[in-house]
């Protein structure tokens, strides 16, 4: 078994930086969206440290996954799917990447230009700052990080959608291909056959 993408399916480098990052980013979100409405007290600071420390590792993530993506390529389209929605696929696979890319970015300014204190990963070192205070661009950095994720849940709704259409409907190893497990069945690549043409003459 080859570590790398094949022709025709996602190797499990790809499948596992696709999944893990997608669970880390549903956890982000859910404690994003929650945490605004906690106490700023000392007893639920670690809420906003596991937060940010998941988000930097978001960050990490991404890029090793970028560059495996570089190094082990990706598969062919699958047999039968049209130009235009390949070329809909490939821009809203590479907003996507920008995306999971500005949204841990825009927290790690917001947090540098709030002026806090580091905050230290995991617990285990202080993290960097990018920037001195400023008011401006700390303003600037939390929209752009609220709007990012705005952009994100919809996107990734049109994406989630058009796979399991593929799977639903076209019935092809588009889904499949992404997921643990065997090789999709031979065919499993190919869109549907159409169903056979009877006449309603030949009914008995
Ligand atoms: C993929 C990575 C990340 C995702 C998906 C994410 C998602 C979110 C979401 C949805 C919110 C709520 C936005 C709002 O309504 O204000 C939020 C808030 C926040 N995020 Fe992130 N975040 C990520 C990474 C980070 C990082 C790396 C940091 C800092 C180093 C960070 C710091 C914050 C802070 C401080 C807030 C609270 C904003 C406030 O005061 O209202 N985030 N995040
Ligand atoms: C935070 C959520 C998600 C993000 C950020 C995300 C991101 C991505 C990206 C960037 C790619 C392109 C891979 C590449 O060309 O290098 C991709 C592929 C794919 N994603 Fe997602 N995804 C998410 C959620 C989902 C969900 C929920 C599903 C299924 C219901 C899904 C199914 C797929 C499939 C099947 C592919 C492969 C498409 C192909 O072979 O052309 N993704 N995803």
């Given at each position: 078994m080859t570590l790398k993408n094949t022709a025709d399916r996602w190797g499990p480098v790809s499948q596992a930086f696709h999944w893990i990052i997608m669970l880390l980013i549903l956890g982000l979100a859910t404690v994003g969206l929650t945490?605004?409405?906690?106490?700023?007290?000392p007893k639920y600071f670690w809420v906003f440290t596991a937060h940010k420390s998941i988000g930097i590792t978001v960050l990490v993530l991404v890029l090793a996954r970028l560059a495996w993506r570089l190094y082990a390529g990706r598969p062919d389209p699958?047999?039968?799917?049209?130009g235009w929605q390949e070329r809909i696929a490939s821009v809203t696979h590479w907003l996507l990447y920008a995306l999971i890319l500005l949204m841990p970015v825009s927290g790690w300014l917001y947090d540098s230009a709030s002026g806090l204190r580091p905050f230290r990963w995991f617990g285990l070192f202080d993290m960097p700052k990018l920037?001195?205070?400023?008011e401006g661009l700390r303003g600037l950095a939390h929209e752009v990080h609220e709007w990012g994720f705005w952009v994100l849940a919809a996107l990734v709704c049109v994406h989630a959608g058009a796979a399991l259409y593929h799977h639903?409907?076209?019935?092809?190893a588009t889904l499949l291909r992404m997921?643990?497990?065997?090789?999709?069945?031979?065919?499993?690549?190919?869109?549907s056959p159409p169903a056979p043409h009877r006449n309603p003459a030949d009914v008995p």
């Amino acid at each position: 078994m080859t570590l790398k993408n094949t022709a025709d399916r996602w190797g499990p480098v790809s499948q596992a930086f696709h999944w893990i990052i997608m669970l880390l980013i549903l956890g982000l979100a859910t404690v994003g969206l929650t945490m605004g409405e906690l106490p700023k007290t000392p007893k639920y600071f670690w809420v906003f440290t596991a937060h940010k420390s998941i988000g930097i590792t978001v960050l990490v993530l991404v890029l090793a996954r970028l560059a495996w993506r570089l190094y082990a390529g990706r598969p062919d389209p699958v047999p039968g799917t049209p130009g235009w929605q390949e070329r809909i696929a490939s821009v809203t696979h590479w907003l996507l990447y920008a995306l999971i890319l500005l949204m841990p970015v825009s927290g790690w300014l917001y947090d540098s230009a709030s002026g806090l204190r580091p905050f230290r990963w995991f617990g285990l070192f202080d993290m960097p700052k990018l920037v001195p205070p400023d008011e401006g661009l700390r303003g600037l950095a939390h929209e752009v990080h609220e709007w990012g994720f705005w952009v994100l849940a919809a996107l990734v709704c049109v994406h989630a959608g058009a796979a399991l259409y593929h799977h639903y409907f076209q019935r092809d190893a588009t889904l499949l291909r992404m997921l643990p497990g065997g090789s999709p069945r031979i065919g499993d690549n190919a869109p549907s056959p159409p169903a056979p043409h009877r006449n309603p003459a030949d009914v008995p």
